[in-house]
């Protein structure tokens, strides 16, 4: 291994997400909902997590990433409750020391757009490609999406979703049907938008970063123990009826009905949980109402990004308002929403 990283460091790149629909991807919700065929809908942003592997000290994982403070520990000793924790279970599960992992991403650090999960599945596909070289099968981007989810549930303290690994490994605009049958496939795929309608598609959505970090398990962890204790049940039906709404607007390129899909999840999400949007993401969400779009928050909200869906008029009108709600709060500002059709990529 350490002559393979000293001849080429290994690389692997994977995108981050916008969603609608999300929890939903969560055995918790998708089981016992089942029956009303739940579905969480994903956009990849080309707003990508870069892993490269370098040769380092032997019997040590050192991990350097940025917004988070660089880590290096024995392999034995690394611990998995740390920020980079999910970077030192996955590196224990393939036996991996004597490495250092340097960690890139063009997305903030915490901005609910799925980074950690993408990290997670460019860092597999780098250990995959590692083990190639070294005689190894390759794995395909679905077992890499479904160990990196696996590990990162085995470690978060929370149930996990799916869909973050999904978008990062496949890429493109996709629902996910979750069929919650024990026996048979966990996921369906349909792809909503057609690669080469991707860039008209991107004109129709803008993606901001409100200026302060979430933490997902926060807001996760409180849907769960609702949805455990009986409460919210019906809340929980109507997301999966306007997420499906959603999906099926996408793909008869109805960008109204899509953004009063949105709208109208939003509001019930705000019931159960109006810490999803704060000061910032409130005026977000009125202004793009105001200007006939539709907005939601990134993954579980809490802080992080929110992104609008409109006819391409009205998201340029949008533009505006937003940059000066943004402009109030210091590291807020717009991002470009280009939507990655790729997925997964090794350099």
Request: aromatic share 8%; proline share 5%.
């Given at each position: 291994m350490k002559d393979i990283l000293e001849s080429h460091p290994i690389c692997a790149s994977a995108p981050c997400r916008i969603d609608m629909g999300g929890t939903l991807d969560i055995s918790t919700f998708y089981y016992p909902l089942r029956h009303l065929s739940p579905l969480t809908v994903n956009i990849a942003v080309n707003l990508r997590t870069v892993v490269k592997l370098f040769p380092y000290d032997r019997g040590i994982i050192k991990i350097s990433s940025k917004g988070f403070d660089g880590a290096e520990y024995p392999l034995e000793k690394a611990p998995f409750n740390h920020p980079l924790g999910l970077m030192f279970a996955i590196s224990a599960y393939y036996g991996?020391?004597?490495?250092?992992?340097?960690?890139?991403?063009?997305?903030?650090?915490?901005?609910?757009?799925?980074?950690?999960?993408?990290?997670?599945?460019?860092?597999?596909?780098?250990?995959?490609?590692?083990?190639?070289?070294?005689?190894?099968?390759?794995?395909?981007?679905?077992?890499?999406?479904?160990?990196?989810?696996?590990?990162?549930?085995?470690?978060?303290?929370?149930?996990?979703?799916?869909q973050?690994?999904?978008?990062?490994?496949?890429?493109?605009?996709?629902?996910?049907?979750?069929?919650?049958?024990?026996?048979?496939?966990m996921f369906r795929k349909k792809s909503?938008?057609?690669?080469?309608?991707?860039?008209?598609?991107?004109?129709?959505?803008?993606?901001?970063?409100?200026?302060?970090?979430?933490?997902?398990?926060?807001?996760?962890?409180?849907?769960?123990?609702?949805?455990?204790s009986g409460k919210y049940h019906g809340h929980w039906a109507e997301i999966v009826v306007y997420t499906q709404k959603f999906a099926a607007a996408l793909i008869k390129g109805n960008i109204e009905d899509a953004c009063l899909a949105m709208n109208e999840e939003v509001a019930v999400r705000m019931e159960m949980t109006?810490?999803?949007?704060?000061?910032?993401?409130?005026a977000l969400v009125a202004s793009a109402v105001e200007n006939h779009c539709?907005?939601?928050?990134?993954?579980?909200?809490?802080?992080?990004?929110?992104?609008?869906?409109?006819?391409?008029?009205?998201?340029?009108?949008?533009?505006?308002?937003w940059e000066s709600i943004l402009s109030k709060r210091k590291d807020a500002g717009l991002l470009d929403p280009e939507i990655d059709s790729k997925g997964l990529l090794y350099e």
């Amino acid at each position: 291994m350490k002559d393979i990283l000293e001849s080429h460091p290994i690389c692997a790149s994977a995108p981050c997400r916008i969603d609608m629909g999300g929890t939903l991807d969560i055995s918790t919700f998708y089981y016992p909902l089942r029956h009303l065929s739940p579905l969480t809908v994903n956009i990849a942003v080309n707003l990508r997590t870069v892993v490269k592997l370098f040769p380092y000290d032997r019997g040590i994982i050192k991990i350097s990433s940025k917004g988070f403070d660089g880590a290096e520990y024995p392999l034995e000793k690394a611990p998995f409750n740390h920020p980079l924790g999910l970077m030192f279970a996955i590196s224990a599960y393939y036996g991996v020391e004597g490495v250092h992992i340097d960690i890139t991403s063009s997305s903030p650090p915490r901005s609910a757009l799925g980074g950690s999960s993408a990290a997670a599945v460019a860092l597999i596909a780098a250990f995959s490609r590692m083990l190639e070289k070294m005689g190894h099968s390759a794995m395909s981007k679905r077992q890499i999406a479904l160990i990196g989810h696996r590990l990162e549930a085995s470690v978060a303290g929370v149930p996990c979703g799916l869909q973050d690994q999904l978008a990062a490994a496949f890429g493109g605009v996709n629902a996910w049907y979750w069929s919650g049958d024990c026996l048979g496939p966990m996921f369906r795929k349909k792809s909503l938008i057609k690669k080469n309608e991707l860039n008209r598609f991107e004109r129709h959505l803008l993606l901001a970063y409100c200026g302060v970090p979430h933490e997902s398990k926060n807001v996760n962890g409180k849907w769960v123990k609702q949805f455990l204790s009986g409460k919210y049940h019906g809340h929980w039906a109507e997301i999966v009826v306007y997420t499906q709404k959603f999906a099926a607007a996408l793909i008869k390129g109805n960008i109204e009905d899509a953004c009063l899909a949105m709208n109208e999840e939003v509001a019930v999400r705000m019931e159960m949980t109006p810490e999803v949007l704060d000061d910032i993401g409130k005026a977000l969400v009125a202004s793009a109402v105001e200007n006939h779009c539709g907005a939601r928050f990134a993954g579980a909200g809490g802080g992080g990004c929110i992104w609008a869906l409109g006819a391409v008029e009205d998201i340029d009108r949008l533009k505006g308002p937003w940059e000066s709600i943004l402009s109030k709060r210091k590291d807020a500002g717009l991002l470009d929403p280009e939507i990655d059709s790729k997925g997964l990529l090794y350099e």
